[in-house]
């Protein structure tokens, strides 16, 4: 596609649930990276999948987050056993080496609400 | 650990140039970037710079780096309403895909 996208847009859940947040890259993009941004705050890296390397998940909260992609395409960010701090707006970006020089293009991000 | 610091506010008249300023404590860092957020929006790439650069232009944004202080600026030309925003810097300490780290983001506002 011709940005990042990211579903669903908005997620109401109650706390306890598990939920799942999706993100499709630019194609060819070969990293991917999700970042948390609370209201009113900056943006925390959570992790990123750069090609076949491992992940990098030293932003990652807690074990209740994880994160799954399948070759250099979808990626999943699953969040279990939800808590309601876990209400943030949650951003995808990807990046190549032949765009821009690795710089990041974010989706439109996922808005959480945990009641 | 890295940290990025901006200033929460900035008032300007329209038509007038805005300063946006940022510093950082990672002195590794190689690339920094400006990004815009419109309200209920993600970010929005708006120019990158390479550590080894001063300064850079792109129409109406000029950006203005200096390593020694570890400083960053960012400067819009005849400000528009429609530049209301936040404003993020981020640096990254990689030359290939690594994470960015941001700034608490800095509010623009364009009065007429």
């Known amino acids: 596609g011709a940005g990042v996208s990211q579903s669903p847009s908005n997620k109401v859940t109650e706390k306890g649930k598990d939920v799942e947040l999706r993100c499709d890259p630019i194609?060819?993009?070969?990293?991917l990276y999700w970042y948390r941004q609370r209201l009113g705050q900056g943006l925390e890296f959570l992790i990123y999948?750069?090609?076949?390397?491992?992940?990098?998940k030293s932003g990652l909260p807690s074990d209740r987050f994880s994160a799954e992609r399948t070759g250099e395409s979808v990626s999943t960010l699953t969040i279990q056993r939800t808590q309601q701090e876990d209400s943030a707006v949650y951003l995808c970006?990807?990046?190549?080496?032949?765009?821009?020089?690795?710089?990041?293009?974010f989706g439109p991000g996922t808005r959480l609400l945990v009641l | 650990g890295e940290d990025v610091e901006q200033s929460l506010f900035l008032s300007v008249r329209e038509g007038d140039s805005s300063v946006i300023n940022c510093t950082y404590t990672?002195?590794?860092?190689?690339?920094l970037y400006w990004y815009k957020q419109e309200p209920g929006a993600g970010l929005q790439l708006l120019t990158y710079i390479f550590s080894n650069m001063d300064m850079k232009q792109d129409q109406r944004l000029t950006v203005l780096l200096n390593k020694k202080d570890k400083h960053l600026s960012l400067r819009i030309a005849d400000t528009q309403t429609g530049d209301s925003a936040i404003y993020f810097c981020?640096?990254?300490?990689?030359?290939?895909?690594?994470?960015?780290?941001f700034g608490t983001g800095t509010r623009l506002q364009v009065t007429l």
């Open positions: 999948f750069q090609g076949n390397s491992a992940p990098d």
């Open positions: 970006a990807s990046s190549s080496a032949l765009a821009s020089r690795w710089a990041q293009y």
């Open positions: 981020a640096e990254t300490d990689g030359g290939t895909a690594s994470k960015l780290t």
């Open positions: 990672d002195s590794s860092s190689t690339y």
């Open positions: 194609s060819g993009h070969t990293a």
